[in-house]
T-cell receptor
Framework: DVKVTQSSRYLVKRTGEKVFLECVQDMDHENMFWYRQDPGLGLRLIYFSYDVKMKEKGDIPEGYSVSREKKERFSLILESASTNQTSMYLC???????????????FGDGTRLSIL | GNSVTQMEGPVTLSEEAFLTINCTYTATGYPSLFWYVQYPGEGLQLLLK?????DKGSNKGFEATYRKETTSFHLEKGSVQVSDSAVYFC??????????FGAGTRLFVKA
């Protein structure tokens, strides 16, 4: 069965810290995504990657960066954490090459991040 | 641009009631349509999908039909259970990478 694993379910960090959220998928998927989920705002795409070492900005990339050194792993980095980055972070992966696709996304269980 | 609009929640039903959650979309081309479900404390998981007009997706008693003429993909279930309490997301995917999600509809089912 498909598996997307996020390294932490809950994380508490301090303002100004550099924070790493890790995501690993075991499906050999080309595409990986990072979202944040906030009440009343739904899912918002932060960054995505369609291949190793490739990345593209989503809708809200400010304050974040990503790294994809291996196909199975996609890391989200908060360069200098701020309180407005307190949120639920969801990682997802999807098969299929760039272009028309009907493949669904597979999600991890999320990381609830609190910045104090 | 592409967008998904789904009914606001929360929706509260008694067990065995009929469920409808409305979803309409705006998209260029011929999108694939999805319903995802998020149970408390978990990520989203695919509930069902439809990839072309008039397709019906179904899973776990839930159904949705891809209606191109009304640009809709309403989710239905004939008899809900307490275990169906969750947040439901309608979504579309056109050519490219980005899946467009609706805002989500929270469903509460009372015993």
């Amino acid at each position: 069965d498909v598996k997307v694993t996020q390294s932490s379910r809950y994380l508490v960090k301090r303002t100004g810290e550099k924070v790493f959220l890790e995501c690993v998928q075991d499906m050999d998927h080309e595409n990986m995504f990072w979202y944040r989920q906030d009440p009343g705002l739904g899912l918002r795409l932060i960054y995505f990657s369609y291949d190793v070492k490739m990345k593209e900005k989503g809708d809200i990339p400010e304050g974040y960066s990503v790294s994809r050194e291996k196909k199975e792993r996609f890391s989200l980095i908060l360069e200098s954490a701020s309180t407005n980055q307190t949120s639920m972070y969801l990682c997802a992966s999807r098969g299929g090459r760039r272009g028309p696709s009907n493949q669904p996304q597979h999600f991890g269980d999320g990381t609830r991040l609190s910045i104090l | 641009g592409n967008s998904v609009t789904q009914m606001e929640g929360p929706v509260t039903l008694s067990e065995e009631a009929f469920l409808t959650i409305n979803c309409t979309y705006t998209a260029t081309g011929y999108p694939s349509l999805f319903w995802y479900v998020q149970y408390p404390g978990e990520g989203l998981q695919l509930l069902l999908k439809a990839t072309k007009a008039d397709d019906k997706g179904s899973n776990k008693g839930f159904e949705a039909t891809y209606r191109k003429e009304t640009t809709s993909f309403h989710l239905e279930k004939g008899s809900v259970q307490v275990s169906d309490s969750a947040v439901y997301f309608c979504a579309l995917l056109t050519g490219g990478f980005k899946t467009i999600f609706g805002a989500g509809t929270r469903l509460f089912v009372k015993a």
